[in-house]
Each structure stands twice: as structure tokens, then as C-alpha cells.
């Protein structure tokens, strides 16, 4: 087959939008800078899941970077979970874990990626480019069912005419 077959508004990106989810403001502060030397612009740094929340509502990021275990708080799993109901927005998560348990419950998720700490500025690079990049796929994937839907869908009356 040939031809083009990409959605308009999906398309990657160089420079993207992110926030970051970390209740470690050393941590946080590290992958911020490391961001941003990568050219990619942190739109908020949030530690808990009613700002994490809020931020994401008020600025639409192209990503988020959410630790699994926040403390003191159900988890960065319960945030992406309420993130599902919001839109799409791919994640990343950043984890100290490992075990069987935990990646299973991130795995319900469906996450974009997974970095295991200590995280590297190329580790981070890589992720992010991966998670990206598959969005962008998703998306344009998502925008040709719509149509062969919408197609299928329309046919009887298209026939009738």
C-alpha cells in the first residue's frame, strides 16, 4: 500500500510539554533539569495527586512523568487512572519498583513507558522519544478507525442514493 495515511494533528514533536509527578523534590528537581537540557519545557512539578490533578487540567501537557509511589497518597497508578477519565495523554512512569505486583498494576494503565531509578538523562531521552513516538502512532491509528467507522457507518445511505 502507499500513500500517507496521517491524522493532521499528529505529528511528533521535538519539543514537548511535560509534567512531572515526584514526591522526592530532589528527584523531581534532577529529571526537571534533565528536561529541560533535552530541550522539552516543564509546564509543573507536583508532588500529590489533587495538584498533579489541577495542573494537568489547566495546562493539556504532551506527557506526564509520574512516580508509581507517592507518599502518603494512594499512588501515581490511582493518578493516571483518574488521568484515563480526563483524556488522552500518554504517561511515563518513573519507579524505584519492580516487583511482579507493581508493574502488574501499572500495566492495567497502560503506560507509555516505565524508567527505573536512578534515571539517567538517556534513559529519560529514550523513554520519552519511545512514548512519544507511539502516541503519535496511536493517534493517527485512532483517527483512521474513526473514519473507516464513520465510512462503514454511512454506507446503507450512500448506496440508497
Same mark, same amino acid.
Given at each position: ?6 491524522? #493532521?494533528?499528529?505529528? $511528533?514533536?521535538?519539543?514537548?510539554? +511535560? ?5 522526592? /523534590?530532589? +528527584? ?7 528536561? &529541560?537540557? @533535552? ?34 497518597? #494512594?499512588?501515581? $497508578?490511582? @493518578? ?14 518513573? &519507579? ?5 505486583? &507493581? ?11 516505565? $524508567?527505573?531509578?536512578?534515571?539517567? &538523562? ?12 507511539? /502516541? ?10 474513526? $473514519? ?6 454511512? @454506507?446503507? /445511505?450512500?448506496?440508497?442514493?
Amino acid at each position: 500500500m502507499s500513500g500517507n495515511h496521517t491524522a #493532521p494533528h499528529a505529528t $511528533i514533536k521535538e519539543s514537548l510539554s +511535560i509534567i512531572i509527578v515526584e514526591d522526592d /523534590f530532589i +528527584i523531581a528537581s534532577s529529571i526537571r533539569n534533565m528536561l &529541560t537540557s @533535552l530541550g522539552h519545557t516543564v509546564l509543573a512539578q507536583e508532588s500529590n495527586i489533587e495538584a498533579a490533578l489541577a495542573a494537568i487540567a489547566r495546562s493539556q501537557p504532551d506527557l506526564l512523568l509520574v512516580d508509581i509511589l507517592l507518599k502518603g497518597e #494512594p499512588g501515581g $497508578i490511582a @493518578l493516571i487512572r483518574e488521568v484515563i477519565k480526563l483524556g488522552e495523554i500518554p504517561v511515563v512512569y518513573i &519507579t524505584g519498583y519492580s516487583d511482579h505486583d &507493581t508493574l502488574k498494576q501499572a500495566k492495567e494503565t497502560n503506560p507509555y513507558g516505565y $524508567i527505573l531509578k536512578p534515571i539517567t &538523562t538517556e534513559r529519560l531521552k529514550t523513554a520519552i522519544e519511545i512514548a512519544h513516538s507511539r /502516541f503519535v502512532y496511536d493517534q493517527k491509528i485512532r483517527a483512521g478507525d474513526r $473514519i473507516y467507522h464513520g465510512i462503514v457507518e454511512n @454506507l446503507p /445511505f450512500m448506496l440508497c442514493r
